[in-house]
């Protein structure tokens, strides 16, 4: 699903006019189709995530065509899990020790993984400020068998990503989902909880799984009912 400028105004609370500068002078990512632009949701999501732009919780029902379900990013966490000291002395070597022993359908080779969020890297930065980063493919990575899974990664030390901030990351976000919508919200998701400072100052703490999922039920709380 691609959205319109008129979508994007409504999910960002802003006017068309806005869009478009977005669009012509912020970066925002967009092609045109028929003279008219058209926006990915994940690269949305990525675009305001870096710069903490709040999107409304209608994004939801946009991606998923219902309100938003109960699993989410607590649930996914329990089976990626929390990993520390993730050693790399660039994006290639610390990407293949983050997939390192992640849950994967039979049949799907983690280099493959690896070799897939390498090339997105190429392209451009999966960096979104404060030394954190979501990496990914260009599109999702979408595992029929597979299940919902987050892994959070603390670096043994801090990786130029190309972030548009200038910082180093040391922290990584990986998602693995069956269906593209369910990327699509995990995502919507984790850019609500990576807007808000109390949470980035939390991730700078480097907390364990418990701390992490604890503080992200607190924010999808709030989710659920604001979708509700």
Known sequence: ???????????????????????????LPAEQVNSLYRVNPAELLEWA????????SAIFQKLNGHSLGRSGLCDALELGGVVHNVAGDDRQAVLTAL????????????ETLVQLLVARERMSSTAVGDG??????R????????????RVAYLSQPIDFGAADGKLVDTLFLMICPTVHNHLQLLARLASVLRKDAF???L????????LIEAMQAEERALVEEAA
């Open 132 to 137: 954190i980063a979501i990496p990914h493919p």
């Open 99 to 110: 997939v390192e022993g992640i849950p994967l359908p039979n049949g799907f080779a983690s």
């Open 139 to 150: 599109n999702p990575v979408v595992l029929p068998d597979a299940q919902r899974v987050l």
């Open 1 to 27: 699903m691609q959205l319109s400028v008129s979508d994007l105004a409504e999910l960002c609370n802003v006017s068309e006019s806005t869009v478009y500068r977005w669009v012509q002078e912020d970066g």
């Open 49 to 56: 995530t870096t710069r903490k732009l709040p999107v409304s």
């Open 204 to 211: 700078a703490q480097r907390p364990d799984k418990n701390k």
């Open 200 to 202: 980035r100052k939390l």
